[in-house]
Each structure stands twice: as structure tokens, then as C-alpha cells.
């Protein structure tokens, strides 16, 4: 992904996996909290993530 590391595009796609889900959807949770959508929460964090 342009203008991210490796490093964290790993570690989100772990953690998108660990939550039960994957890059696309969480990303869309994210865009949909962030411009306001009717209901949009952000996304649940998986427990014991990589960089914790």
C-alpha cells in the first residue's frame, strides 16, 4: 500500500484476522465512522494485538 510500510500492512491484516474479518471490511468501518455515516461505529480491536 502506497505510503504505508510492509510491516504495518502485516500487522493490520494480522489483526483484521484476528478480530474476524479482514483489511476491506475494517477499512470501511473506518471510512464510514470517520465522515459521519448514520450508525457507523468504529471497528472492535482484537485482544493482545501485535504491537501491544
Known amino acids: 500500500m502506497r505510503g ?3 510491516e504495518l500492512v502485516n ?3 494480522a489483526a483484521a ?3 474476524g ?3 476491506s471490511n475494517i477499512t470501511r ?3 464510514e465512522w ?3 455515516c448514520p450508525g457507523a461505529k ?3 480491536r482484537p485482544a493482545g ?4
Do not use: N
Open 11 to 13: 500487522d493490520f491484516d
Open 34 to 36: 470517520y465522515v459521519g
Open 4 to 6: 504505508i510500510s510492509d
Open 29 to 31: 468501518q473506518l471510512w
Open 42 to 44: 468504529l471497528p472492535d
Open 17 to 19: 484476522h484476528a478480530a
Open 21 to 23: 474479518s479482514d483489511r
Open 49 to 52: 494485538g501485535a504491537r501491544e
